[in-house]
């Protein structure tokens, strides 16, 4: 409870003695650089894969004659909406952005470049901490965005170069019965998601004490309670929108 306490007291220091718009506009520019730029190639990596694997399982399972083709894809679409793009991703987007961002800021602690913002009369948290957390907001939905892409993509290549489905049949499967909320619900999720990886992980980094064992020490225990942090809220959201 002490740790919960200490984390909104953190939070809520974000907006005290804020600077500029133009010196944190600057800053969160390099940081949608950092988090969105430098995460698309594995997010597309990774979902593309993510999707031809789902397409194979799923028709290796659906051994009932009378099964349509076009439930493959219909299958694909769902998980991939619903879970595959802002969950799984997200646990990734933990390990490589949130446990970067951890490292970052225990490191400068370790070496008082925190302490010497803070006697320059900067809120250090308002300064280093809320532009990671305005990007990781802006450009983790993106990422879901390529991500869902690439993975419906990778299905439909498997599955069509290896003829388990027709390219019709994969893309009728795709429209049937669509929900348009699924769409919504997956980026509110990616909201979320991308607001508790930043805030931990900049938590657990801002205060790292110790020496070199301790930042790395703090980039676990950053991935760690994001990852739990994600798995709670998923549930919650899935309980209060979908429910």
């Keep these: 409870m002490k740790e919960i306490g200490r984390y909104f007291i953190f939070l809520g220091s974000l907006f005290i003695n804020r600077e500029s718009f133009k010196t944190q506009y600057k800053l969160i520019i390099e940081e949608c650089i950092l988090i969105g730029i430098d995460s698309i190639f594995l997010f597309v990596l990774v979902s593309t894969f993510i999707g031809a694997v789902t397409t194979v399982q ?3 399972n659906l051994v009932a004659p009378y099964i349509p083709n076009y439930v493959i894809s219909q299958v694909v679409r769902e998980m991939t909406v ?48 809320l532009p990671k957390i305005i990007a990781s907001i802006m450009m983790y939905p993106l990422l879901v965005v390529v991500s869902g892409t690439c993975s419906l993509v990778g299905g439909y290549l498997v599955g069509v170069l290896t003829g388990i489905i027709t390219p019709t049949e994969y893309i009728y ?25 930043a805030s931990i992980s900049s938590f657990k980094g801002y205060y790292t004490q110790g020496g ?18 994600i798995l709670i809220a998923d549930y919650l959201l899935a309980q209060l929108l979908l429910a």
């Design 58 to 60: 799923t028709a290796y």
């Design 82 to 129: 619903l879970e595959l793009a802002p969950t799984i991703m997200a646990i990734i987007y933990a390990g490589k952005v949130g446990s970067s961002m951890a490292g970052n800021l225990g490191t400068m602690r370790i070496t008082e470049q925190i302490d010497a913002l803070e006697v320059m009369g900067i809120n250090s948290i308002n300064y280093l901490v």
């Design 173 to 197: 499967g795709i429209r049937y019965l669509f929900n348009e909320f699924t769409i919504t619900f997956a980026l509110i999720k990616s909201f979320a998601f991308a607001f508790l990886v």
């Design 212 to 229: 070199a064992l301790e930042v790395g020490i703090s980039s676990t225990k950053a991935v760690t309670t994001s990852v739990i942090a």
